[in-house]
T-cell receptor, first 114, second 114 residues
Framework: EAQVTQNPRYLITVTGKKLTVTCSQN?????MSWYRQDPGLGLRQIYY???????DKGDVPEGYKVSRKEKRNFPLILESPSPNQTSLYFC?????????????FGPGTRLTVT | AQSVTQLGSHVSVSEGALVLLRCNYS??????LFWYVQYPNQGLQLLLK??????LVKGINGFEAEFKKSETSFHLTKPSAHMSDAAEYFC????????????FGKGTKLSVKP
């Protein structure tokens, strides 16, 4: 089954404690992206990756890091989480055909930083 | 730069009534437009997309949207609402460039009353 998986689905942590949210897709997609969803703000892009070892900032990259060492995986790293990073995070993937293709979304990771 | 405006953060309809969710876009290039749906506690799922072919686009679950360049609109409609349509709906635009990044609207939450 074609899917994007994220782990963990729920996470409560404390300010400053480094964490990683994993994202994996089994569709051999080149393009992967991270979004955060906040009430009243919709989805905002954090980082995206066009292919292995190619990453770029989205609209709200501050406080986040990513890496793309393998095509299927695109982890999101919070080196020193802060309460304003409490949010619902989605990973997505697609083929990079000039924006024509749909993005496939993971189930989301709800992060709370206290 | 591309942007999307969704009019109405909450829309409530009765079961069997017409569903109309509004989306206006701003784009300096011919846009690619998408509607995604998010059911409670789930990721986003593509409803339909416009990629410069037919201006009336039919999607899943009986939804359709019409691209109107003169009005810069891409409103989502369904003739008869069903209880299962209750969800949050997001309009998105892609610049169609090599990145294919999506810009999302803030979302419209649809409630369906029995």
């Amino acid at each position: 089954e074609a899917q994007v998986t994220q782990n963990p689905r729920y996470l409560i942590t404390v300010t400053g404690k480094k964490l990683t949210v994993t994202c994996s897709q089994n569709m051999n997609h080149e393009y992967m992206s991270w979004y955060r969803q906040d009430p009243g703000l919709g989805l905002r892009q954090i980082y995206y990756s066009m292919n292995v070892e190619v990453t770029d900032k989205g609209d709200v990259p501050e406080g986040y890091k990513v890496s793309r060492k393998e095509k299927r995986n695109f982890p999101l790293i919070l080196e020193s989480p802060s309460p304003n990073q409490t949010s619902l995070y989605f990973c997505a993937s697609s083929t990079p055909t000039g924006g024509l293709d749909e993005q496939y979304f993971g189930p989301g990771t709800r992060l709370t930083v206290t | 730069a591309q942007s999307v405006t969704q009019l109405g953060s909450h829309v409530s309809v009765s079961e069997g009534a017409l569903v109309l969710l509004r989306c206006n876009y701003s784009s300096s290039v011919p846009p690619y437009l998408f509607w995604y749906v998010q059911y409670p506690n789930q990721g986003l799922q593509l409803l339909l997309k416009y990629t410069s072919a037919a201006t009336l686009v039919k999607g899943i679950n009986g939804f359709e949207a019409e691209f109107k360049k003169s009005e810069t609109s891409f409103h989502l409609t369904k003739p008869s609402a069903h209880m299962s349509d209750a969800a949050e709906y997001f309009c998105a635009v892609s610049d169609g460039g090599s990145q294919g990044n999506l810009i999302f609207g803030k979302g419209t939450k649809l409630s369906v009353k029995p």
